[in-house]
């Protein structure tokens, strides 16, 4: 039988036309073509054109490895041999089990189960309804509540979207989900008048138990917070005492603290986990995803008490679950990429290279007028844009002075990963967040042409007649 003739379409779709007509939903804003991938090892990638690019953003935040890890392919393609993949219904998968021991050990006390998934949007919605499943099991049913801050990043799905605090995206797809509650992030750099930081995060904490009580405490189910913020706060780190407040406020209210890790987790912050950094403050969730497999295949992940886990499964189980959860696939590749990160000691070499990044983007910070500020821990890392350092002023944000950055770089083979939060209202910020793996000259040679892009976009800035301050 001779095979039917594929349906003719007169956009052509796959035709090189740089720019034009294309069936893709991610061409960036403005039709402009990227380049086409051709290869990539370690922090470098090359297009089909022969061009280098450094990934200074772990594409985006979660190439934790770099690029043709050795002993990783080597595990998805032996995996992939024995069984790609088996439904959990079905089988149990040895990849899954040895995972979830693994990173349970490193999670610590309090963490001891793992539920995996395919990236952060399914874990953070998996965490909020496994917080749910247990209310309802210990006879809570009126808690459904989840508060969230202003601003913040959950993931794209509506569930994920209902938490996330981004008014931007609250007004494009708002009537299609329900909104919960938000208070305040604990800025550190832009903070309201007559605030310090430490003033600020203290109000931001206040204003959590003021939200509860609002609220009514017995309807909240749980609080969900970045300890070490992404895009939505540029690495945001509060102060201790923030940490230690909320988790207090959470216990006396009996409201579920959960941590989204999805960019901070798995070693990224020089621990295991950012709450690493916080014993006083843990969590009773936390989701992971990006760096757990390091871009190797899609997955993410749900960690949780045993004792939640134990009465959810009593009372009938997790209802709750997607086509490639727990696939032996994925976990095997994440049972590799963790392992790996062991055995090169990569969160040792998170802390000493971020120590490293941070010195050398303050020293930028010093020399340009337009970066007003230089914060996150170890390879999570931001700076702020500015176009006056003394007043805090935002560049104009018909500018879109991330984005032009973002390109500037990639004109000289460096590539960033920037979005605005709330159309730019929060502030402009870039993170700086290279793969685990890197060196001291390669955080020299990334902020090297890092700095060129900023004296670029500062002089057409100067053309365009905005003002700027002096360095």
């Known amino acids: 039988m001779s095979r039917a003739a594929a349906p003719q379409n007169t956009d052509t779709p796959g035709r090189d036309q740089r720019g034009g007509p294309v069936q893709l939903f991610y061409t960036p804003a403005g039709g402009q073509r990227r380049p086409t991938i051709d290869r990539a090892e370690g922090l470098y990638m090359w297009d089909t054109e022969g061009r280098r690019y450094i990934d200074a953003c772990?594409?985006?935040?979660?190439?934790?490895?770099?690029?043709?890890?050795?002993?990783v392919i080597e595990a998805l393609v032996d995996q992939a041999r024995r069984a790609s993949f088996a439904f959990p219904a079905a089988f149990e998968s040895e990849a899954n089990a040895a995972l979830g021991d693994l990173v349970a050990s490193l999670a610590g006390p309090g963490l001891e189960r793992a539920f995996f998934v395919s990236g952060g949007s399914e874990a953070n919605e998996s965490a909020i309804k496994l917080a749910r499943q247990y209310a309802v099991a210990k006879g809570e049913g009126q808690r459904w509540k989840v508060i969230g801050r202003l601003p913040s990043y959950h993931g794209a799905t509506l569930g994920a979207l209902a938490v996330t605090g981004d008014p931007a995206a609250e007004e494009l797809f708002g009537p299609m989900m329900k909104l919960m509650p938000k208070v305040p992030a604990p800025f550190s750099y832009r903070v309201p008048e007559g605030y310090t930081a430490e003033t600020w995060?203290?109000?931001?904490?206040?204003?959590l138990d003021r939200e509860i009580l609002k609220q009514g405490p017995e309807?909240?189910?749980?609080?969900?917070?970045?300890?070490?913020?992404?895009?939505?706060?540029?690495?945001?780190?509060?102060?201790d005492a923030y940490y230690r407040r909320v988790r207090e406020i959470c216990?006396?209210?009996?409201?579920?603290?959960?941590?989204?890790?999805?960019?901070?987790?798995?070693?990224?912050?020089?621990?295991?986990?950012?709450?690493?950094h916080l014993p006083d403050a843990r969590p009773d969730l936390v989701t992971l995803a990006k760096g757990i497999s390091a871009g190797y295949a899609p997955l993410g992940a749900v960690l949780a008490p045993r004792d939640m886990v134990a009465l959810v499964a009593e009372r009938g189980g997790f209802a709750h679950g997607y086509t490639y959860?727990?696939?032996?696939?994925?976990?095997?590749?994440?049972?590799?990429?963790?392992?790996?990160?062991?055995?090169?000691?990569?969160?040792?070499?998170?802390?000493?290279?971020?120590?490293?990044?941070?010195?050398?983007?303050?020293?930028?910070?010093?020399?340009?007028?337009?970066?007003?500020?230089v914060r996150g821990k170890g390879l999570l890392m931001a700076i702020e844009l500015v176009a006056d350092k003394q007043t805090k002023a935002m560049i104009p944000v018909e500018r879109m002075a991330p984005y032009r950055v973002a390109d500037l770089?990639?004109?000289?083979?460096?590539?960033?990963?920037?979005?605005?939060?709330?159309?730019?209202?929060?502030?402009?910020?870039?993170?700086?967040?290279?793969?685990?793996?890197?060196?001291e000259a390669q955080i020299d040679e990334v902020v090297g042409i890092l700095g060129d892009c900023l004296n670029a976009l500062a002089a057409e800035l100067r053309t365009a007649g905005v003002a700027l301050g002096e360095t």
Do not use: K
Not at 59 to 70: K, T
Not at 201 to 207: N, P, R, T, Y
Not at 225 to 233: A, C, H, R, Y
Not at 358 to 368: C, W
């Open 219 to 239: 309807t909240v189910l749980a609080f969900i917070m970045e300890p070490v913020g992404g895009l939505s706060t540029g690495a945001l780190v509060a102060p």
């Open 409 to 439: 770089a990639l004109e000289r083979g460096l590539i960033q990963y920037v979005r605005r939060t709330a159309n730019g209202i929060y502030g402009d910020w870039l993170m700086v967040t290279p793969p685990l793996i890197v060196t």
């Open 58 to 71: 772990s594409g985006p935040v979660a190439s934790n490895l770099g690029h043709g890890n050795p002993r």
């Open 325 to 373: 959860f727990s696939n032996p696939l994925s976990c095997a590749v994440g049972l590799a990429v963790v392992r790996e990160m062991l055995d090169q000691d990569l969160m040792a070499n998170a802390q000493r290279m971020g120590a490293v990044l941070r010195e050398r983007l303050s020293t930028l910070m010093s020399r340009s007028p337009i970066v007003g500020d």
């Open 201 to 207: 995060a203290d109000e931001a904490a206040e204003a």
């Open 251 to 276: 216990n006396r209210h009996g409201v579920l603290l959960i941590y989204d890790e999805i960019m901070s987790g798995a070693g990224r912050t020089g621990s295991f986990l950012a709450a690493g």
